[in-house]
């Protein structure tokens, strides 16, 4: 599973974003470059503590632990303590409010793994009893239309998982290739699936037909990617 596991950095250093970093260790540092200190992944921002946060292998399972960092560490929004909090496939990790950002991705035993909310559920997300209205029920990947259940299978449900559970931020065409594409993925360090605009475009706009009118939740972020807006 390690040769499918790494994070991909989404914000930073201009010279990394969209750039890979496999986890092969078992422990991999994450913080602010330094003359004497070397973090395992390492950025220049000064908001970026030197030993900002830690990515553990535990068994066959990936965490991470803030390492009393002055800004903080988030994963989907969520603080993160120095009490080891699993990762997660498509988990997006935060340091320093914002300034870097990183999405996890794993394969293999990883996606079998039945996944904790890490964000403040709503009624709408787990009620299976309403009429009227969207509901979306993801530990169960059940879609409802106005109390009539739809079928959403593969790279349409996959689409919409990855876009709803990032609500009302803005997901680059790029982090979509690699989330809903990964068998299309050449594992170079510089690398995205051989996904084109337009078989994204074509996906989205499968997806906006299948929830009818509430299609539109899925609305275009111009020259970069899609949003969940609720």
Do not use: C
């Amino acid at each position: 599973m390690e040769d499918g596991v790494y994070v991909l950095i989404k914000k930073g250093d201009p010279e990394l974003v969209q750039k890979r970093q496999f986890l092969r260790q078992d422990e991999y540092t994450i913080g602010r470059r330094g003359s004497q200190l070397a973090p395992d992944i390492a950025f220049s921002s000064p908001y970026v503590s030197r030993r900002h946060a830690v990515i553990r292998k535990i068994g066959n399972r990936y965490t991470i632990s803030d390492l009393d960092s002055k800004h903080g560490t988030e994963v989907n929004g969520q603080s993160v303590r120095q009490a080891p909090q699993p990762l997660f496939h498509g988990d997006l990790i935060s340091l320093a409010k914002g300034v870097v950002e990183l999405v996890f991705f794993a394969e293999g035993s990883e996606l079998d793994v039945t996944r904790e909310f890490s964000f403040p559920l709503v009624q709408s997300m787990v009620s299976t009893v309403s009429t009227t209205g969207l509901v979306i029920n993801l530990e169960r990947r059940e879609i409802r239309l106005d109390g009539a259940r739809i079928h959403l299978t593969g790279k349409d449900m996959d689409l919409l998982m990855l876009l709803y559970q990032r609500a009302n931020q803005a997901v680059s065409y790029e982090e979509i290739m690699v989330s809903i594409w990964p068998e299309r993925m050449i594992y170079t360090d510089n690398s995205v699936p051989d996904v084109g605009r337009a078989e994204i475009n074509a996906l989205v706009y499968r997806l906006r037909k299948r929830l009818g009118k509430y299609g539109e939740k899925v609305t275009t972020i111009p020259r970069f990617g899609y949003m969940w807006e609720d």
